[in-house]
């Protein structure tokens, strides 16, 4: 890289004057950096450039602000509201804005796991959902709901001529596939909650709808299934949907997606910000040939910083009171640390040594893929996999990538088979315990 383009690079991933002064007081100054051409380029820049090329000099570092509130806020706002411009492929390509303006009532929404924020509904809205009196077979309602900001992850641009509310266009946020609700009002309506997949969302049904997609793709999109998306498909034309993962935890994991391509949260979201979701900005991976620049307005690099932070934020939620027996939990850990020997790779406070090695695909224990499927780190920059970070497991079965161990009890099962560990059924048992409490 030039000088020039990682000097680019970090203006764009440092996003606001509090990140760049954080930046000058975390990162090696200036007068550190090695070169003599980069010393004397430092030299006529200002105290900000100065700053700002020291922080090139740890390209794909974005600084950690997950501490800072205001960021967080922002990246927050981002994370459930932020199309990045990705309106060209939904709306101008897929026409989505068509689809479910003639078609997706809210119950054909519900029914595909879009979820809906009880709380962006007024007082009005709910009681005429209490009574009945709101028609949830009719798309027009959707339309309203999308109005209201209600459908999570969707963003629609509503406008009403005469009285009438017509959708003009549609986007979709990173909350789509990476929250969920908590059903408080009614099942698939209720509170968000970021950071956690979405199970239920089929997004290859929702794919499929669109006028734009072939028979052939049809075919692939509607392979697979609820809580599934193959992030790589558009891209490389091979079909093996992963298991949406969360998007919390994460904290101090600095390798990010199950085979650790990105050392940071932001590589990802750059990833799928401009490849999947089709916002404006640039993406470009080396390791796998890959450029993709959408449109060129670049809405995408200036975000990234406050949403990572808010990812950084969010801890894996605790079990639940009375999931687990604690007696067995604690025996179930001395397996995890002996006989199980889990801890060889799932060590360290996030219990992963992702942060020190990838592992071969022969070592572990989710592949083959199913269906005949190509290996998933075959498709990926590192060819290999990260060991999981096992925080917050009770919430996001299925488990690994590919989501074949539909329990806890499953993933142990397959352990035991797949390694010959030779546990025993109540060895077997305290471990699913240990795991179900992490
Ligand atoms: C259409 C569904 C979908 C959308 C939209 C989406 N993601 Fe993801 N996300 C996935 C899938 C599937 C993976 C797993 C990819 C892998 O591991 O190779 C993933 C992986 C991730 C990871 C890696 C988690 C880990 O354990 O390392 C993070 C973080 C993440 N997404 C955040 C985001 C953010 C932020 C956005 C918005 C910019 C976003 N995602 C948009 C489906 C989605
Ligand atoms: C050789 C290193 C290694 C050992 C030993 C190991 N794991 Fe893993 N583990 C991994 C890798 C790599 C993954 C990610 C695989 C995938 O997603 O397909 C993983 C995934 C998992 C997952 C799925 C997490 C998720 O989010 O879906 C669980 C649960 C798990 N391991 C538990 C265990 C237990 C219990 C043991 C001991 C019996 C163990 N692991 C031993 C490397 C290891």
């Not at 009171?321 to 025996?331: L, V």
Request: charged residues 20%.
């Amino acid at each position: 890289m030039t000088i020039q383009t990682r000097l680019s690079h970090c203006v764009a991933t440092v996003s606001s004057l509090d990140a760049r002064r954080r930046c000058r007081r975390r990162w090696p100054r200036p007068d550190d950096a090695p070169g003599g051409r980069a010393a004397r380029i430092i030299a006529t820049l200002t105290l900000t450039g100065a700053a700002l090329l020291a922080c090139a000099d740890n390209r794909g570092k974005t600084p950690d602000l997950s501490n800072d509130p205001a960021t967080v806020a922002q990246g927050k706002d981002i994370f459930r509201n932020d199309t990045f411009g990705d309106e060209t492929q939904w709306t101008d390509t897929l026409r989505m804005h068509e689809v479910i303006a003639a078609a997706v009532d809210p119950t054909t929404a519900l029914s595909v796991g879009l979820k809906v924020d009880a709380e962006a509904l007024p007082p009005e809205v709910v009681q005429g959902i209490m009574a009945g009196a709101v028609d949830l077979k009719s798309p027009a309602t959707t339309v309203t709901l999308l109005k209201l900001n209600a459908v999570v992850g969707v963003k629609g641009t509503v406008t009403t001529t005469n009285g009438v509310d017509s959708l003009t266009a549609v986007g979709i946020t990173c909350a789509l596939c990476h929250s969920t609700v908590d059903d408080s009002f009614a099942p698939g309506i209720g509170k968000r909650l970021d950071g956690w997949p979405n199970h239920d969302l089929d997004p290859g049904a929702i794919i499929a709808l669109s006028p734009a997609v072939t028979p052939a793709q049809k075919v692939v999109y509607g392979s697979w299934g609820k809580g599934k998306y193959d992030p790589r498909y558009n891209l490389d034309g091979q079909n093996g949907p992963q298991t949406i993962p969360p998007a919390y935890g994460l904290k101090g994991v600095h390798r990010i997606t199950v085979t650790g391509d990105g050392d940071e949260i932001a590589y990802w979201n750059r990833y799928v910000g401009v490849t999947q979701m089709g916002g404006h900005g640039r993406f470009s991976e080396p390791r796998l040939s890959l450029n993709v620049t959408n449109g060129t307005d670049d809405q995408i690099s200036a975000k990234l910083a406050a949403l990572q932070a808010y990812q950084l934020s969010l801890p894996a939620p605790a079990p639940p009171a009375g999931s687990f027996d604690a007696t067995a939990a604690a025996r179930g850990q001395a397996v995890f640390e002996g006989a199980g020997k889990c801890s060889t790779c799932h060590g360290g406070a996030q219990l992963t040594d992702a942060n020190s090695r990838l592992h071969d695909p022969g070592e572990v224990v989710s592949e083959p893929e199913p269906n005949g499927a190509p290996s998933y780190a075959s498709r990926t920059a590192t060819k290999k996999y990260r060991s999981a970070p096992l925080h917050g497991l009770w919430q996001h079965p299925p488990y690994f990538h590919n989501g074949t161990a539909p329990t806890l009890e499953a993933v142990v099962q397959t352990y035991n088979t797949r390694k010959a560990l030779g546990l025993t059924d109540a060895q077997a048992a305290d471990l699913v315990q240990y795991l179900k409490s992490l």
